[in-house]
């Protein structure tokens, strides 16, 4: 007979889930820096690598919070995210599109990732799990933060030097 799973096994299915995710998005970081031209973006993926790794560690202590050992659950969505973010690198040659390219797959990362940590912090706010929601809220604010340097330099620089790039 299966057992029923309630709101605290969501809770850690999701932790583990993120966890994989933040760990796969710290090997992806390099990468991207590397692989753009622009400077404020790759100094955008280096800062948020050392970022990643903070919010890596801060998982781990929500995990401990709850009693539990820190380990991830394969994330499909991070994988399709970070499969995208390859194929713009290796699809568009080095500049202006390229960069373009990897702002907005990193959007999307980031937009992952507030909608896993914005449940998260829900369910651990309905469990009474105050630490976890301390923990969580810090993380969700940098991604928060992380999104609208994205958008800003998309939306003042990357696009408009994709589309010269283009003509």
Same mark, same amino acid.
């Given at each position: ?41 790759? &100094? #955008?993926?280096?800062?948020?690598? *050392? +970022? /990643?790794?903070?919010?890596? @560690? ?17 994330? &499909? #969505?991070?994988?399709?995210?970070? *499969? +995208? /973010?390859?194929?713009?690198? @290796?699809?568009?040659?080095?500049g202006s599109v390229r960069d373009a390219g990897l702002a ?23 469990l009474g799990q105050k630490e976890v929601v301390s923990l ?32």
């Open positions: 007979m299966a057992t029923t799973k309630g709101l605290n096994d969501l809770l850690l299915n999701f932790m583990q889930d993120i966890y994989y995710a933040e760990r796969q998005i710290l090997k992806a970081l390099p990468k991207m820096a590397k692989a753009s031209t622009n400077p404020q973006l790759k &100094e #955008a993926f280096v800062h948020h690598r *050392e +970022e /990643t790794q903070v919010q890596v @560690e801060r998982l781990q202590k929500a995990f401990e919070s709850l009693g539990k050992r820190a380990r991830g659950v394969t994330c &499909e #969505a991070i994988n399709g995210l970070v *499969e +995208e /973010t390859e194929e713009v690198i @290796e699809e568009y040659p080095e907005a797959c990193a959007q999307a990362v980031e937009h992952y990732e507030m909608a896993r940590y914005g449940a998260l912090i829900a369910w651990a706010k309905t969580l809220e810090e993380t969700l604010a940098e991604e928060k933060k992380a999104d609208t340097l994205l958008n800003q330099l998309a939306s003042k620089d990357l696009n408009q030097a994709a589309l010269k790039q283009a003509a």
